[in-house]
Every structure is written in structure tokens, then in C-alpha cells.
């Protein structure tokens, strides 16, 4: 039986506190696409996407592994260095939500795991074998793969496409979507909802509740599986803004190659237990898509914000879980004084957020396109898609299902 004391069992919910901000940082990478082209009603998507986040969480266990047995040393460990992670990670979690940037929850992870042992056991305490193998190559990769295959994707859509019936065509795009989104709903699961795992099994090894080298027990795939599940269901409506509207224009043909490409990535960092980005997945897929249909642009604003916060998210959830371990390193009140802290930061970014609303009524408004790019403007005239193709065409959103996503509702969101 675990033996749990009061450090350890603050550190487990902290995680499962994570693992719910995960939820909701994470959803517009499965239903993003979905939600602005009008496949879905935006809270049946993420309700769909919440069930199968939670069918996915039991499916691996390589990259709860990867954290709780490779990144770090685990004999340099204590409960508190965990909790420090976890306050990085909320922390910068919230930050990015706030301001609409789908960063990656992964690499604020590994970030305030990395900054909190280096504190707390110094930089030998961190495997970095395992760090650039399994975290950094795959954050620079996973954008560029995903991309290129959602833009050969989407050219091969529109080529195979030009001949069929817009209607009957647009109709079965939406049906692929729907299934592509859901493939990637149940990744993240394999992959996202493990990284929480893998913590909260370190920080059982670390406090002596099991023995090194095991496992994630099964109470703890659960726990992870229905946090990251409610979190995802609460829908983190900031972020599906810009991954669906704010980086480019989707129409289902576009929507059902990017998703398809994040899935086939995702799944197959999970097997390899590759602690992957799905939010850099999803983002250079939808990038890829945007590039390759005719006319489509890339709002690159967007997207270098967006690429600056990839940049930052390690070494800023490393430093504030550095300053974390510091303070509790002066015993429980130092830990005491962490936890009142994050508590009240991020009271702070909730209250701030009320200041300009964005729920499921109004997540697919947005401002005046940007006009093309001197990148998207020469991807477009590679072998760009039959001007004079039916399935080219914008496919407008159902008028009934946009009226209903715009009747007001009394149910605060995030």
C-alpha cells in the first residue's frame, strides 16, 4: 500500500491541477479545425474530444515512462522539486492562455522539471542524452514533418477532388474531419495526459510510495485520464481561436489533411515514446494546410508570436520553478508560500480573462484578414490546386448550426 505524506499528496494534485490546465491549453489542437469550419458544434466537439482523451490515456504508458525514468535522475528527487515543475508549468500554462498562443503544455513540463532539478540536484541530476533525443530534436521536427505532410496532403485533396460534386464533396470532408479529429483527440490522450503520469510516479518515487523504476499505478492513469479529460471539456476557447482562425482560413479539405497528418505524427511519437509537442504538431500541420490550397494565407504575425512563446516556454517555466525549489527549500512555509502564490497568480489571469470574454458563442469571430505574405504568396503559385475546381470554393457554415453558436449563454467558460 502507498504511504502518502502531506508534501506528496499536495504535489499529486498540483499535477492533476496541471494536467486539467493541459486540458483546456490542448483542446484546439484536436478541435480547432473542426470548430472553424463548421464540421462541428463547438461544444459537441470538445465533448467528443473530452471522452476520447480519456479512451487514450490507457492506451500507452512509453511516454510516462520517458519522464519518470528517463529525463531526470530520479535518486535527486524530492516531492518538492516536483511541486516546483508543476508551479512552472501552471504558471506559464495560464500566461499563454491568456493571450491566446498555443505553446506548448509539454515543454513547460519538461521546462520546470529541468529547472527545478538543476536547483534542487544540479545540472548532472538532468539526462541530457534523453533531453535532446526525446524533446528537443522532436519539438523542431514534429512542425516541420506535419507541415509538409498537411500541405502534399491538402495538394493531393484539391487534385483528387476537382472533379467531384461540390456539395456531395464538401459533406464527406466534414465526415473525414470529424474522424481525423477525433484520431487526434484520442493521441493527445496517448501522449498528453502520460506526461502527467510519468510526474506523478516520480513524485511516488521520490516520496517512497513505490519503488524506483515502476510503472504508473492504475489510480494514477485514471486520475490523469478524467483531469485532462475535464480540462479539455471546459474547452480553452482563447487558443481555438488562433489555431483555427487566427494562423489561416480552413475549409474541410484543408481541416481533414491537417488533422490527418498531426494524428499520424502524434501517434507515432507516442509508440515511440517521444515526449512530442502535439500543440507544434498541430500548429505546423495547420500551417502546411493553410500553404497548400490556392489563395490560402498564412498569417505570419500570428505565427512568429506564436514561434517566440515555443522559444521561451522551456527556459521560462525552467526559471520560475528554479525560484519555486529556492523558496521551498526554506521548509514548509517556503512551500506554503509557493502554493498561496500560485493560487493567487492564477486567480489574477482568471480575473483578467473575464475582461474580454471568448466562449464557444463567439470563437470563430475574428479580426480582418492579413493579407498575404512574400511565403505565402510564392508557396501559392507552386502547382497550386485548379483555380477552376468546385471543391475550391468556400463552404459556408450551416446558417441553423452558426445561429445557434451565436445565441448567448449564461455558462461562464474558458
Known amino acids: 500500500m502507498e504511504s502518502f505524506s502531506l508534501i506528496l499528496a499536495i504535489v499529486v494534485v ?7 490546465t493541459n486540458g483546456f491549453h490542448d483542446t484546439a489542437n484536436a478541435m480547432a479545425t473542426t ?5 462541428m458544434r463547438p461544444k459537441v466537439a470538445v465533448a467528443m474530444s473530452a471522452v476520447l482523451n480519456l479512451v487514450g490515456a490507457f492506451l500507452s504508458v512509453e511516454v510516462a515512462n520517458t519522464i519518470s525514468k528517463g ?42 522539471l529541468i529547472g527545478a532539478t ?29 507541415g509538409v505532410a498537411a500541405l502534399l496532403a491538402t495538394r493531393l485533396t484539391y487534385s483528387l477532388g476537382k472533379k467531384a460534386d461540390g456539395k456531395a464533396s464538401a459533406k464527406g470532408y466534414r465526415a473525414g474531419q470529424i474522424a481525423s479529429a477525433g484520431l487526434v483527440s484520442l493521441a493527445h490522450g496517448t501522449n498528453d495526459a502520460q506526461k502527467t503520469m510519468g510526474v506523478i510516479t516520480l513524485a511516488l518515487v521520490a516520496g517512497g510510495a513505490v519503488a524506483p523504476d515502476s510503472d504508473p499505478p492504475m489510480w494514477v492513469i485514471l486520475s490523469a485520464g478524467i483531469a485532462i479529460a475535464l480540462g479539455t471539456y471546459l474547452g480553452g476557447w482563447r487558443i481555438i481561436r488562433t489555431m483555427g ?4 482560413d ?19 511519437s507516442s509508440h515511440l515514446g517521444f515526449s512530442l509537442s502535439t500543440t507544434h504538431s498541430v500548429s ?19 505565427a512568429t508570436r506564436m514561434f517566440v512563446a515555443w522559444g521561451l516556454t522551456l527556459p521560462a517555466a525552467a526559471l520560475v520553478a528554479a525560484l519555486a525549489e529556492y523558496v521551498t527549500g526554506f521548509g514548509s512555509w517556503g512551500t506554503a508560500v509557493v502554493a498561496v502564490f500560485l493560487v493567487a497568480s492564477s486567480a489574477a489571469i482568471w480575473k483578467i480573462s473575464r475582461r474580454e470574454v471568448v466562449d464557444h458563442t463567439n470563437v470563430n469571430d475574428t479580426d480582418e484578414a492579413e493579407p498575404a505574405g512574400v511565403v505565402t504568396t ?9 483555380t477552376g475546381s468546385a471543391t475550391e470554393d468556400p463552404v459556408p457554415s450551416f446558417p441553423a448550426q452558426a445561429a445557434a453558436e451565436r445565441t448567448p449563454s449564461t455558462t461562464t467558460t474558458v
Open 250 to 268: 480552413l475549409q474541410p479539405q484543408q481541416g481533414f489533411a491537417a488533422q490527418t497528418s498531426a494524428a499520424t505524427v502524434i501517434l507515432a
Open 71 to 112: 529525463l531526470v535522475d530520479e535518486s535527486g528527487i524530492r516531492p518538492e522539486v516536483i511541486f516546483a515543475a508543476l508551479v512552472g508549468a501552471i504558471l506559464w500554462n495560464l500566461l499563454t492562455w491568456l493571450v491566446g498562443l498555443p505553446s506548448s503544455s509539454s515543454h513547460a513540463l519538461m521546462g520546470g
Open 14 to 20: 498540483t499535477a492533476l491541477a496541471f494536467d486539467f
Open 284 to 302: 505546423g500541420s495547420v500551417m502546411g494546410a493553410g500553404l497548400g490550397r490556392k489563395g490560402g494565407v498564412v498569417r505570419w504575425s500570428t
Open 118 to 146: 538543476i536547483a534542487s540536484a544540479g545540472v548532472g541530476a538532468v539526462h541530457g542524452d534523453v533531453l535532446v533525443t526525446k524533446v528537443l530534436i522532436p519539438a523542431i521536427a514534429a512542425p516541420l514533418v506535419a
Open 378 to 386: 510564392a508557396m501559392a503559385a507552386v502547382t497550386p490546386p485548379p
Open 35 to 39: 470548430i472553424s469550419t463548421g464540421a
Open 245 to 248: 482562425k487566427g494562423l489561416t
